[in-house]
């Protein structure tokens, strides 16, 4: 059974940072891209960032780019989000999610390519 818990999140004010990690019980981590995503009540989840299985390749919503770095470490089974220069339009509940589709250059965007979620995480930024 997969399940991914994610960790890191709060409350912050504008301009600061923090990291997000997302531990993976997955018995072949490295065989699954990773992703970000993000839910404001009331709105759709949107994507934030991406990874490729071996994390050679990224892909980020221009919303965050230039402020938001994805990285893993395939040999803890984490794959973090770290986010900087944080507004308070970043505020909302984070997910990671895995998927197995694709091939090893895979960073996809779309919610119905990703085939397990975490639970999320409550990042708050204050103005």
């Known amino acids: 059974q997969v399940q991914l818990v994610e960790s890191g999140g709060g409350l912050v004010q504008a301009g600061g940072s923090l990291r997000l990690s997302c531990a993976a019980s997955i018995r072949t981590f490295s065989n699954y891209a990773m992703g970000w995503f993000r839910q404001v009540p009331g709105k759709e989840r949107e994507f934030v960032a991406a990874?490729?299985?071996?994390?050679?390749?990224?892909n980020y919503a221009d919303s965050v780019k230039g402020r938001f770095t994805i990285s893993r470490d395939n040999a803890k089974n984490t794959v973090y989000l770290q986010m900087d220069s944080l507004r308070p339009e970043d505020t909302a509940v984070y997910y990671c999610a895995a998927a197995s589709r694709g091939s090893n250059y895979y960073t996809g965007s779309e919610m119905h390519e990703y085939d397990y979620w975490g639970q999320g995480t409550q990042v708050t930024v204050s103005s």
């Open positions: 990874i490729s299985r071996s994390g050679t390749y990224t």
